[in-house]
Structures are given as C-alpha cells and as structure tokens.
Nanobody, 118 residues
C-alpha cells in the first residue's frame, strides 16, 4: 500500500554534505508527517527529524540541530534530508518513515548507508 525508498547515501569526509531523498508511492497520507531515523551498528534506532505536510513545522534531534534540514516536495511525494557539517558520529543507516496517524510511524524504507570519514 505504501512503499518508501531512500537514496543519496554514500561516503563523505567530515565537514562535508549529503542530501538524502525518500520517494514514496501508494497511499499519500496527506496531513501526516514524514521523518528520518537512523541506526548505527550496536546502537538503538534514533529519531533524526520530522516534517509536517505543509513543511512549515519541523522537529530535529538535538544532535543534528543547525546542521540538518528536512523538507518535502509533496508534488513528488518526496522528503529530503540535507545534511551539512557531517561528523563521523553521523555514520549510520538512515531510514525514512511515514506517519500513518498521530504518533504512529508505520511505514519504513529499507535504509541508505551514510558513512562519514575523519
């Protein structure tokens, strides 16, 4: 019913930038948030950022505030994560997710690897 596919991951040097994209297909879930999460080996999955349908309300984890920007293009059913000033600690598999209703992140992509070298 809903499919999410991340892209844009890769290897980047510390201080560099990457932009992740997540394309969704199927049900659009208008007025529901899309978000980004990440998981590093040996660590729990953690919240990174979320954005409302309008794009006017965003939330960020403290660890990425001021460096990452989440946005969405509803015409393309795509959410983006612009990552600047990347740090080695940002290395993780990044997943996009779709909120089917309030407080429920129901749909997930397969993830895209981001590796930040020193």
């Amino acid at each position: 019913q809903v499919q999410l596919e991340e892209s844009g991951g890769g290897l980047v040097q510390a201080g560099g930038s990457l932009r992740l994209s997540c394309a969704s297909s199927g049900r659009t879930f208008r007025n529901r948030r899309m978000g980004w999460f990440r998981r590093a080996p040996g660590k729990e999955r953690e919240f990174v950022a979320a954005v409302t349908w309008s794009g006017g309300n965003t939330d960020y984890a403290d660890s990425v505030k001021g460096r990452f920007t989440i946005s969405r293009d509803n015409a393309k059913n795509t959410v983006y994560l612009q990552m600047n000033s990347l740090k080695p600690e940002d290395t993780a598999v990044y997943y996009c997710a779709l909120e089917s209703y309030a407080s429920t992140w129901e749909y997930w992509g397969q993830g895209t690897q981001v590796t930040v070298s020193s």
